[in-house]
C-alpha cells in the first residue's frame, strides 16, 4: 500500500515538472511558431520517408546512440544514453531528417549529454567540497 501511494504522488509530481511542461511536446501544447515549423518539417520527412520508415528510423537512431555509448572503448552510463536520445528526438522534432545526416547529429547529441552530465557532477562536487570546508 505504501509503495503505491509513493508511485502516486510521483505520477502527480510528473504532471507539474519541467520534464512534462517543457519537454514533452505534442500537437496541442505547442505555439503557433512551432506548429508551423513541425508542419513544414513533416512536409519535408513525408516527401521522402513513409510514417513507418520515419518510425523505423527513430528506433535506428535510438539503437545507434545506445551502440555508440556501449561501445567497448567509450562505455557512458546508461543515463547519458538515455539523455543524448532525448536530446535526438527533441531535434528531430523540428528538424527534418533530409536537413541534417541522423548519425552525425546521433553522435552529437551523445557528445552534448556526457558534457552536461559531467558538468552536473562536477558542480555537484565543487558545491559538496565549497560547503565542507
Given amino acids: ?12 509530481a510528473f504532471f507539474h515538472s519541467l520534464h512534462c511542461t517543457e519537454w514533452l511536446k505534442n ?8 506548429k508551423s515549423m513541425r508542419e513544414e518539417k513533416k512536409k519535408r520527412d513525408d516527401s521522402i520517408l513513409s510514417e513507418e520508415d520515419q518510425k523505423i528510423l527513430r528506433v535506428h537512431l535510438s539503437a545507434f546512440v545506445s551502440a555508440l555509448g556501449k561501445h567497448g572503448k567509450i562505455r557512458l552510463r546508461q543515463r547519458i544514453i538515455s539523455t543524448a536520445t532525448v536530446y ?19 553522435a ?3 557528445l552534448l549529454a556526457a558534457k552536461v552530465i559531467i558538468a552536473l557532477h562536477i558542480t555537484r562536487l565543487c558545491v559538496l567540497k565549497l560547503s565542507a570546508g
Fill in 108 to 110: 552529437t547529441a551523445l
Fill in 1 to 12: 500500500r505504501k509503495g503505491i501511494a509513493i508511485i502516486q504522488e510521483w505520477r502527480r
Fill in 27 to 34: 500537437e496541442d501544447n505547442l505555439s503557433a511558431e512551432q
Fill in 88 to 106: 535526438l528526438a527533441r531535434f528531430f522534432y523540428f528538424n527534418s531528417f533530409r536537413d541534417f545526416h541522423p548519425h552525425l547529429i546521433a
